[in-house]
Structure formats: C-alpha cells, structure tokens
C-alpha cells in the first residue's frame, strides 16, 4: 500500500489529525505537507490534549494475516508509556489517532469507522482508503452521518453486534471481524477464509442501503449573535442561540456561536470562565481606523463557542444597555461582531483546522445584520466565501439598528453598497424642518442581501409582510415572499420537565397529574396567599411593556378580581406598571400577588402551580411561556397572534366525538372584553368540567416543541439555501 493512498483520503477529513505508518509520525496538514519522523520520543510528544482515542489496526499485511482486529485506548492525553508501533512490531501496516471530542457517541463512531476501513482493506489490498470510504458510505467529514441517515453506531448492530466485546479503557475490542484476538498464525487464515462470505454479504447490504438511501448532508454552520445562553441572556434570542447550535450539532453538524465577550463586572463574568485566549487577533478597518479585537473559544456540547473581546463589551449593564437607556455605541459594537465573525471561520483553527470558505452563515437580528452584506461586498468579489450562504433569522422587527446616514462611512463597506442600507423615514417621524428622514438600516441591508429569510413561527412570517406588522419593511419583505419561512422555536425539555425539575416542590407527568395541585398548593403557601388547591389559579410571565399586552391586564384586573381566582405576576420593566403591581397586590391581599423582577425558580414554580398562563401580547414573534406552560400542563389563553396563534390550538369542547381539541384557548380581537371572555369561558371549564381539562392539559403536555423538532425543519431550509446561488448584488 502506497503512502499516498494512504494519506490522500485524510486531507479531506480534517479531524483525523494524526497517521502512523510503520514507523514514521504523519502529521496530515490541511495544505497536503506532511513531518516524517522516526524519533519516537517526539512521536510521544506530539499528543494533544483534544485527541482522546487513540486506535491502531493491526496487521494489514498481504491481505491475509490478521492480528488483533482492533486496540482501542481511551484518554485525555497520549500516555507517554503507550508503543508507538513502529519496526519493532512486526506486521503492523498503520494506524490511526481518531479525533472523537467533536462528536456525540464519538467514541463509537470511530471505532466503527476504523473496523470497516480495516476489514474491506484486508479482503481487498489494493483498495485505496478513499475507495474504501465511499464503497461503505462512509461520510468524508468527521462530522457526518453513514448516506442511509444512520449513525456508525447503527450500522454496529447490524455488522458486528454479535461479534464485539465490552470497550473499556485500556481493554481490546475483539472479534470485531470475526476473529478471536488469541488466535493462532494458522487459525487466523482459516477463521478469515470462513467469515468472508457472511461479513461480506452484510457489507454488499450496507453498501446496496446506501445506494437506495439519500445522502445526508451537514455543514459548517456559524451562528452570528448578541446573545446566547448560559454565556448572555436578555429574552428569547439568547434561548435560542443558546439551544438551536447544540440540536444542530448532535444532528451531525460542525457548529459555530461567535458572540461578545460581555464582561459587566458582576457574577455573570464566571459565565465565561471556560473559554480560553485563542491567542488570535485581528484588525478590522471600521469607523476611520483600524480596531483590533481577540478571540476566546471553548468547546461545550459538540459547539465551538467562540467570543469577540473588545473593550466596549467590558461595561456595567446588559447586553445592550443600562438603567439610563441603550448604550450610545452599540452600532460600533456590533459593526465590530460583524466584522469578526466574517474572519473566525478563515482564521481560527478550531480542534487544528478551519471551518473554511463553505460556511452557512445563522445571523440573527439586527447586531448581526451586517454579515451578508459583508459577503457579498467584500468577500465574494474578491472570490472569498463564494460558497458560503446567509439566512437572516428575526426574532423581532421592530429592533432595527437604524442610524443617521452619516454613520455608514464607518461601517466599513464600500460606497457603493450605502444603497442596500439606505432608509427614509416618514415625515411623521422626522424631528423638525429641515430633516430630510435620510438614515441607514442595518437590518433592512440585511433583507436586502441575505440568501434566504427566516422568522421564529409562521405566523409571524405573514405578520411581517403586513402594513400592521412589517415596521416599514412589510413591502421590501413581501418582495422577498419566495425565500422567507417562518420555523417554530424549540424549547429545552431538559431544564422543562415536570419529572425532573428542581426549581419545583413536587413531580408529575402526563400518566400522573396527582402532583400538579400539590405544586399549586406550594406555590400559594410560598407568596402567602390562601391555600385553596381548588381555586383557579392564572399566571403571567414577562416583561411588563405595551408589547405584552399589560395595559390590557391593568384595565380587567378589577372586573377580574369580582371573580372566585388567583392570579400572580412575574416580571420588571415599565417602572408604572411595577407600581400598579404592588398597588393591586395591597387592595387584593387573598387575590392577587406580584412579584417584581425575574426569578427563574418562581418562573418555574408559577408555570407549575397555576392552572391557566395568560399572554395578552400584541405581537409575538415566536413566544416560549405559553409551550412551557402547555409542557407542565398548564393551559394557556392567548392573543391570536405570531406564534401564539401557531402554537395554541383554541378548545373545541364538541370535536373527536365529544372528547374534545386544541390545548387552550386563542382569542381575538386583542381587547379586554375578548380577553375577559376566553379567561372566563378557561375558568368554567376548569371548574365544571373536569374530565375536558384534564384532556386539555395533555393534549398540551403530548406536543412536541424539543429542538430537535426545530433543528429537522433548520435543515430543510439549508438544503433550499445551497440550492440557489448566492446573493452578489
């Protein structure tokens, strides 16, 4: 077997870093330059700490000679005392140093690859490796899938299953060709001659599935955001981007978050204490000069979470702001995210490689709206990302980043593209006179530019194309209809999970709601209301603005309160309406409660213990309560809007033969009467009605809103992206 064929098939598979050949240390270098060393003592050396599985295939000589199938080693770090194998072990051919830390069920996956390579390369000697992997379907990045949509762990049970032993560390895995590690020289040519038609037959099955099975392709993704859980989070942008990159990931992508470095002096610091200087910096030429900004990256949960540190990240405050209002610099800011996040991909090597030009670039609102058209201004002219793809994902249109239009020079585009950015305003929203309305708008740019558009529901979606709803880009957006979609949010059902949540006293499931009232009970007892487990409890959660429709609840509260209820809220903002709270919770002792600020147990505790969650918001873009609540089977009424309208389906006591449907209750127009009228049609069924309740609240409980849901519908999109060109303006 030539070297060449053997080291070939690795420069496309980046992540299998290092290559034993008889005694030589082959560092595979992405630019095809390979080290030769026969120093066994540097061999040693050369361990990083990222490579913990460490497989050798032994004896691919003459195609006939088998010795142990397979030695696996799993570690932290290359054991100084572990042989390289080299001319002292006579018979050895090769082995390989499979990076495994990038993939879930890595470890498995590796070593399935390593026993098919080895097995069709002994049936066949004069195969190149390269024939091997595409015979067997086996994908060409680390970070793929077998073409029949399986993982390598399923095509374990069909091919050896019977024939493996228990992989530990430090112990051999035999039999993985059918062949006993302790076999005699003689034994060995017979027990192959014996198993290669069963073997072979269930490899020409394997290979005859790929055939008839599409290939699943997965890609290098870059997420592009302000915020992103556990690191920053202010709403549900930091949910999602802190949930969606690891539901992609463990479908089989290589995933990348790039983000601020937010540093405000407080707790939240620790949040970053794991990522580490990748000792990389860059200037980016923006704002009449030249700002430098570094990179820290930490791997968690199959994602590379990588952070732009600048000093204007470094301020007391939220991501965006603080008790006086926005920061007055956030288009520097976030220019500067931008800017950053065009170069990691190119600069960063992320477990020693890059992710390279083919990226699919995930930019989310406004502070990452410069992105594509970054790409297409001055990249792809250049010939840089030509393969690369945008999808603007908005999470809220009414956040824009609009500025004067004097500010464009410093974003560090060419002249030429101000009119991709270019915004009027109306004349009712100009200030005096002699304003002329002219500003730029970083996200109508990004509509403009981007390959493909998405929204978090499909309600939404539509909303944004109407006069009502479009904030001034409804006609740019309606013309843009044939690459928008709208993809519902998921939800963390580890965190949400009734059987297992620590923030609540007690635990439930759908096959038994015993527990629920006792949760109700709990929390009545905890804000010191009186204990009546048969009351009708209403919650809401959120932030205390106009958009949430909390004007709507100020105006029903005493209409409400004439009512045999409870209700509680949770939330800050409106500084008058915090005041309303605790007004309404002195005149309503036995009634009402609210609790002024956020607290993610009481979140939980309220959206376990209440009977009803109420979400009267004007507009809502995707919304995330309301699938906690039917999750804990708590029943929602809402405002037939956005997602809520998408989401909650409104009860229809008389459907599937009196059984009933839907899983709350959506009403419109958004009013008080309308509101007062679905809360009180919830409150009646919840009292009279038992048996349609309880099937309310699990039709609620039975719907499947996990990432992984989401992540499914992710990839559809980013199959049409590839499918068209790119944008170039």
């Known amino acids: 077997m030539r070297d060449d064929v053997l080291l070939s098939p690795f420069q496309s598979f980046p992540h299998t870093r290092r290559l034993l050949f008889e005694d030589e240390l082959v560092p595979a270098n992405p630019d095809g330059k390979h080290e030769r060393t026969k120093d066994t003592k540097k061999a040693k050396e050369i361990g990083n700490a990222s490579f913990h599985l460490v497989a ?120 993985l060709i059918g062949l006993p590690l302790e076999s005699t020289q003689s034994s060995k040519k017979e027990a192959l001659e014996s198993s290669v038609d069963s073997v072979s037959k269930e ?23 302000a915020e992103a859980a556990p690191y920053s989070k202010t709403g549900g942008l930091g949910d999602v981007c802190g949930s969606l990159p690891v539901a992609l990931a463990a479908r089989g992508h290589r995933v990348m978050v790039v983000s601020p470095r937010y540093q405000n002096g407080t707790a939240v610091d620790k949040n970053y204490s794991n990522a580490f200087d990748a000792d990389c910096r860059i200037k980016i030429p923006c704002f009449e000069g030249l700002q430098e900004v570094a990179f820290f990256h930490e791997y968690r949960a199959g994602v590379d979470w990588v952070f732009v540190d600048h000093p204007s990240y470094h301020r007391p405050g939220n991501p965006y702001g603080d008790t006086r209002g926005a920061y007055g610099d956030n288009q520097f800011r976030f220019t500067l995210l931008c800017h950053a996040a065009c170069e990691a991909p190119l600069v960063l090597p992320l477990g020693g490689f890059t992710y390279g030009e083919k990226c699919l670039f995930l930019v989310n609102d406004w502070h990452a709206g410069l992105v594509p058209v ?76 981007s390959d493909r558009i998405l929204t978090v529901s499909q309600g939404y979606s539509w909303e944004i194309t109407t006069a009502e709803g479009g904030y001034g880009l409804n006609e740019l957006l309606s013309s843009r209809k044939s690459v928008l979609n709208g993809i ?49 409890m209403i919650g809401f959660i959120g932030r205390l603005d106009y958009q949430k429709g909390t004007d709507l609840i100020q105006a029903a509260m005493p209409e409400l309160m004439q009512d045999d209820v409870q209700f509680v809220m949770l939330g800050s903002g409106d500084t ?38 109420l979400m009267p918001s004007r507009f809502e873009p995707c919304g995330l309560n309301q699938l906690y609540a039917m999750r ?16 909650v389906e409104t009860f229809n006591p008389f459907a599937e033969e009196g059984s009933g449907q839907g899983t709350g209750w959506a009403f419109s127009p958004l009013s008080k009467e309308s509101m007062l009228a679905a809360l009180r049609v919830a409150i009646v069924t919840y009292k009279d009605h038992k048996p349609s309740w309880e099937g309310l609240m699990k039709r609620g409980m039975e719907r ?21 060109p790119p944008y170039v303006g």
């Open 632 to 647: 804990y089977g708590t029943v929602p009424v809402v405002h037939c809007t956005g997602g809520l309208r998408d989401t």
């Open 488 to 536: 519902t949010n998921g939800i963390d059902v580890a965190e949400w999970d009734t059987a297992t949540d620590k923030h609540i006293d007690f635990h439930y499931s759908i096959d038994d709601l015993s527990e629920k009232v006792n949760c109700k009970t709990a929390l009545q007892k905890e804000l010191g209301l009186p204990i009546r487990p048969d009351c009708p």
């Open 203 to 225: 490899v020409e099955e394997i290979k005859g599935e790929t055939k008839e099975s599409p290939t699943i392709v997965t890609h290098n993704i870059v997420f592009v955001t």
């Open 576 to 613: 008058d309406t915090e005041d309303w709270m605790r007004e309404t919770e002195f005149a309503y002792k036995d009634k009402f409660r609210g609790w002024v600020g956020f607290n993610v147990p009481i979140s939980h505790k309220i959206t376990a213990g209440c009977d009803i969650l």
């Open 56 to 175: 050798f295939l032994d004896g691919l000589v003459d195609g006939v000679q088998i010795g142990p199938a397979l030695k696996i080693q799993s570690q932290v770090r290359i054991d100084p005392e572990i042989e390289v194998f080299g001319a002292e072990e006579k018979g050895v051919r090769c082995g390989f140093y499979f990076h495994s830390a990038s993939r879930a069920g890595g470890l498995e996956e590796s070593l399935m690859e390593a026993m098919k390579i080895s097995y069709v390369l002994t049936l066949n000697p004069n195969l190149s490796l390269a024939e091997t992997r595409l015979n067997l379907g086996v994908s060409r990045v680390p970070f793929g899938r077998c073409s029949d949509g399986r993982r390598f762990r399923s095509l374990k049970r069909e091919v050896v299953g019977k024939h493996r032993s228990v992989v530990d560390d430090g112990k051999d895995l035999g039999l």
């Open 704 to 724: 499947d809103y996990t990432w992984d849901n989401a992540a499914s519908h992710y990839e559809q999109v980013f199959e049409w992206v590839f499918a068209d």
């Open 374 to 449: 970054l790409l297409a201004s001055k990249y792809r002219p250049y010939g840089v990302y030509k393969d690369a793809r945008s999808i603007l994902v908005i999470h809220n249109l009414a956040h824009q980043g609009v500025e004067a239009a004097a500010t464009y020079k410093n974003l560090g585009l060419p002249t030429e593209w101000y009119g991709a950015l270019e915004w009027v305003f109306p004349t009712w929203a100009r200030t005096h006179a002699l304003d002329t309305g002219e500003a730029v708008n970083i996200l109508k740019g990004a509509v403009v530019t």
